[in-house]
């Protein structure tokens, strides 16, 4: 990791144990796939990102509700987005069965048997 980037995170948030927690937290989402608010550099690692986005102000400290609520939105986000996809891909033709109910659940489909 660059120590330069660290000094700058460090510089923004002398509590280090709130500058680890805030890096953790933003790595996982940029590991997760959320885009990064700074200048990727290449190959950088998803915590150097994240220290440079906090060392550049990008990414502030929430109270821990905040971060339930916002946990909350993106779990309501992902069920939604995924009950669209079953809805969307689960739409058969007349008398098509759902052969893969019977793949993903050996166990389901063998006890009615």
Do not use: C, W
Not at 15 to 34: S, Y
Not at 36 to 52: G, N, Y
Not at 63 to 84: D, G
């Amino acid at each position: 990791m660059k120590l330069k980037i660290m000094e700058s995170a460090l510089d923004t948030y002398t509590n280090r144990f709130q500058l680890t927690m805030m890096a953790v937290a933003r790595a996982k989402e940029i590991n997760e796939g959320e885009s990064s608010l700074t200048q990727r550099e290449d190959q950088a690692k998803p915590v150097v990102l994240a220290l440079k986005e906090i060392a550049e102000g990008k990414v502030v400290p929430a109270t821990h509700e905040e971060m339930n609520r916002i946990r909350e939105a993106k779990r309501i986000l992902r069920e939604r987005t995924l009950m669209e996809a079953e809805e969307q891909g689960g739409l058969h033709e007349e008398g098509e069965s759902d052969d893969s109910f019977a793949s993903a659940h050996p166990d389901e489909d063998s006890a009615g048997s």
